[in-house]
C-alpha cells in the first residue's frame, strides 16, 4: 500500500523586511545580498506556532479534510515556541487533530526527515498525517550581525500525506548528519546563530551532491526522470553549484527563496506548495528534495507526486 501528498499549504509573517532597510542600518548593500545570495526580502514575524497552524488549515482545506481526520502530526522545526512541551502538542490542538504528535529537529533538513518518518509511520491506525516544517529564524538571528541578519526568515509550510493507492510515494531517500561539524552553524540556548559562512557553503554543496547522487542511483533514475527539483532555499549560488553538477536545469527547480529568505524546515514545504498552486506539479511526476542544515544535517529523497489517497 503506497501513499500520496492530498493537500498542501503555506503561511508567511505579513511583515516583509527587504534589503533596503538592511541597508539603512547595517553596513551591507542590497547588490551585495543579491549577489551573494539571492535574496531580495524575507518575511518576519509570529510565532512557530502560529505559522504551523495556518500553514496546516491551508494543507487540510486544500486536502478536503478536517483536523479530526488527521492521525499523526509531524512538526519539523528548528525554533519550538518552548522547550516543553513540543510545539507540535499545542499545533495538534488548535487545528483538533486525532492521534498523536511530535517536533523533529533536523535543521533545515528537518521536513524531509519529517516527512520520511510519517510515510514510515502510516498504517491501519496513522492512515493520514500532517507535515509542518515551520521556523522563526529571525528570533535566534541577531538583527545587528550583517553576516547572519540578511539570511534568514519565518515561515511555514505543510502537506498532508494520506495512505492509499498502489504506487510507492518515497521511492528511495538518504538522511544524514556529521555532528563533528556542530561548531560551523549553532545557536545556544538563549543565544543568536553562529555561522562560518564559507565552510557551511562549501560543505552544503558537496553534501547535497552526494546525497542526490546517492537518491537518484538508489531508485535507479537519472537526472532527467527529475520533473521538479525542490531544494532547501538558503542561497541561490549554492541551489545552481548543485544544479550544474548534477544536470538538473533552473527551469525545472522551484525557487522562493527571493521573497522568503532562509526559513529553514519551511523552506522546501513553502516552495513545494508555491510550484503545486503554481500548476507546476502533474500526477505521476518525480519530485528530487534535497537540503542540508545545522548538525550538519542533510536528507534527500524522491516522491511520486500524485493526489490519490485514502480518501478518493
Ligand atoms: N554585506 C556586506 N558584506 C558582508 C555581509 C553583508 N551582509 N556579510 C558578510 N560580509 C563580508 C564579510 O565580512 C567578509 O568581509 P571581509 O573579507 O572583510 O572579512 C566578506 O563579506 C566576504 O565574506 P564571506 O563569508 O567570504 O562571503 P561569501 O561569499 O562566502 O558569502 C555567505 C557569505 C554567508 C552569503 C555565504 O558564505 C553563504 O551563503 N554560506 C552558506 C550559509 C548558509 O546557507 N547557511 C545556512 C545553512 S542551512
Known amino acids: 500500500m503506497g501513499s500520496a501528498i492530498t493537500g498542501w499549504g503555506d503561511a508567511l509573517p505579513e511583515r516583509v523586511v527587504t534589503?533596503?532597510?538592511?541597508?539603512?542600518?547595517?553596513?551591507?548593500?542590497?547588490?551585495?545580498?543579491?549577489?551573494?545570495?539571492?535574496?531580495?526580502?524575507?518575511?518576519?514575524?509570529?510565532?512557530?506556532?502560529?505559522?504551523?497552524?495556518?500553514?496546516?488549515?491551508?494543507?487540510?482545506?486544500?486536502?478536503?479534510?478536517?483536523?479530526?481526520?488527521?492521525?499523526?502530526?509531524?512538526?519539523?522545526?528548528?525554533?519550538?515556541?518552548?522547550?516543553?512541551?513540543?510545539?507540535?502538542?499545542?499545533?495538534?490542538?488548535?487545528?483538533?487533530?486525532?492521534?498523536?504528535?511530535?517536533?523533529?529537529?533536523?535543521?533545515?533538513?528537518?521536513f524531509v526527515y519529517a516527512l520520511v518518518v510519517a510515510d514510515h509511520l502510516l498504517d491501519k491506525t496513522h492512515r493520514r498525517a500532517l507535515v509542518i516544517g515551520a521556523d522563526t529564524l529571525s528570533r535566534i538571528t541577531d538583527q545587528e550581525d550583517r553576516s547572519t541578519a540578511v539570511l534568514f526568515g519565518d515561515g511555514a509550510g505543510a502537506v498532508v500525506l494520506e495512505r492509499g493507492g498502489a504506487d510507492d510515494f518515497v521511492l528511495s531517500y538518504d538522511l544524514g548528519v556529521d555532528g563533528s561539524a556542530t561548531p560551523l552553524l549553532y545557536a545556544d540556548h538563549g543565544g543568536y546563530i553562529k555561522m562560518a559562512g564559507r565552510e557551511v557553503y562549501r560543505r552544503a554543496v558537496r553534501a547535497e551532491i552526494l546525497s542526490i547522487e546517492r537518491v537518484l542511483g538508489d531508485a535507479g533514475l537519472g537526472a532527467d526522470d527529475i520533473a521538479l527539483f525542490v531544494p532547501h532555499q538558503a542561497n541561490a549560488r549554492i541551489i545552481e553549484a548543485v544544479n550544474e553538477r548534477i544536470g538538473i536545469p533552473m527551469d525545472k527547480t522551484a525557487i522562493v527563496l527571493d521573497r522568503t529568505g532562509n526559513t529553514s524546515s519551511a523552506s522546501i514545504p513553502l516552495a513545494l506548495a508555491h510550484a503545486a498552486d503554481a500548476g507546476r506539479l502533474s500526477e505521476g511526476d518525480l519530485v528530487l528534495l534535497s537540503g542540508f542544515g545545522a548538525g550538519m544535517t542533510w536528507a534527500s529523497a524522491v516522491i511520486r507526486w500524485g493526489r490519490r489517497g485514502a480518501g478518493r
Open 19 to 110: 534589503n533596503a532597510e538592511f541597508e539603512a542600518r547595517l553596513d551591507t548593500s542590497d547588490e551585495w545580498i543579491v549577489s551573494r545570495t539571492g535574496i531580495r526580502e524575507r518575511h518576519v514575524g509570529g510565532t512557530t506556532g502560529e505559522l504551523a497552524v495556518k500553514a496546516g488549515w491551508a494543507a487540510l482545506k486544500s486536502a478536503g479534510v478536517d483536523g479530526t481526520d488527521i492521525d499523526l502530526l509531524v512538526l519539523a522545526t528548528t525554533t519550538p515556541d518552548r522547550a516543553a512541551p513540543a510545539t507540535s502538542a499545542a499545533v495538534h490542538d488548535t487545528l483538533g487533530c486525532s492521534g498523536t504528535a511530535f517536533d523533529l529537529n533536523a535543521a533545515c533538513a528537518g
